[in-house]
């Protein structure tokens, strides 16, 4: 699948099938996750892959009740956790670098973005989870002191495919030579 058609076709599937997912393609989706930017080269980003559908009924009961991903964290064949080591993503010789602090999440949402478009050039469904008790997941996931627990996706083959939202146009995000200068 060509990049842009990735870009442009990729959705948010909330349903999977039971359907193991093949190792291969377990794989293939980490490593894009891999190749992604990260500040300075840090790579800070660190992912837990959960098959055990005990687990992933303990991470959809983190979720905020009104959540719409309940049912796929649950139910996906896969979940992955993105987390990542604090202190290292937006630093230069242990002081932070600018007025973001911690860049961790921007390293991590690069990373994922790769993951999700990889999945769907494979033909794999995923939806980004945001709205959940970090602590929790990090409780049940043993993750340690000094890494956060940043978001989840369901990882599997789409039963239903996902709604088109419509996006805004250039115009409406784009200026030129300084903000609101159309």
Same mark, same amino acid.
């Given at each position: 699948?060509?990049?842009?058609?990735?870009?442009?076709?990729?959705?948010?599937?909330?349903? @999977?099938?039971? &359907?193991?997912?093949?190792?291969?393609?377990?794989?293939?989706?980490? &490593?894009?996750?891999?190749?992604?930017?990260?500040?300075?080269? %840090?790579?800070? =980003?660190?992912?837990?892959?959960?098959?055990?559908?005990? $687990? +992933? !009924?303990?991470?959809?009961?983190?979720?905020?009740?009104?959540? #719409?991903?309940?049912? !796929?964290? +649950?139910?996906?064949?896969?979940?992955?956790?993105?987390?990542?080591?604090? /202190?290292?993503? /937006?630093? @230069?010789?242990?002081? %932070?670098? %600018?007025?973001?602090?911690?860049?961790?999440?921007?390293?991590?949402?690069?990373?994922?973005?790769?993951? $999700?478009?990889?999945?769907?050039?494979? /033909?794999?469904?995923?939806?980004?989870?945001?709205?959940?008790? !970090?602590? *929790?997941?990090?409780?049940?996931?043993?993750?340690?002191?000094?890494?956060?627990?940043?978001?989840?996706?369901?990882?599997?083959? #789409? !039963? +239903?495919? /996902? *709604?088109? %939202?419509? =996006?805004?146009?250039?115009?409406?995000?784009?200026?030129? &030579?300084? @903000?609101?200068?159309?």
């Amino acid at each position: 699948m060509e990049v842009f058609e990735a870009i442009k076709t990729r959705r948010s599937i909330r349903h @999977y099938k039971s &359907e193991a997912i093949a190792e291969e393609k377990l794989s293939a989706v980490l &490593e894009a996750a891999r190749w992604a930017p990260s500040w300075a080269n %840090t790579q800070c =980003r660190r992912f837990v892959v959960v098959q055990n559908s005990e $687990t +992933k !009924a303990k991470l959809a009961d983190a979720l905020t009740s009104w959540n #719409p991903a309940y049912k !796929a964290v +649950k139910e996906a064949p896969i979940v992955i956790v993105a987390c990542a080591e604090l /202190g290292k993503s /937006g630093f @230069y010789q242990g002081e %932070t670098v %600018t007025d973001k602090g911690d860049w961790y999440m921007f390293d991590v949402a690069l990373a994922m973005q790769n993951l $999700t478009l990889a999945a769907h050039s494979l /033909g794999l469904g995923t939806v980004h989870v945001g709205a959940f008790d !970090a602590q *929790k997941v990090a409780q049940i996931l043993n993750v340690p002191e000094g890494v956060a627990v940043v978001e989840m996706t369901p990882l599997g083959h #789409p !039963a +239903k495919e /996902g *709604k088109t %939202t419509k =996006r805004k146009e250039l115009s409406e995000l784009v200026f030129h &030579e300084s @903000y609101g200068q159309k």
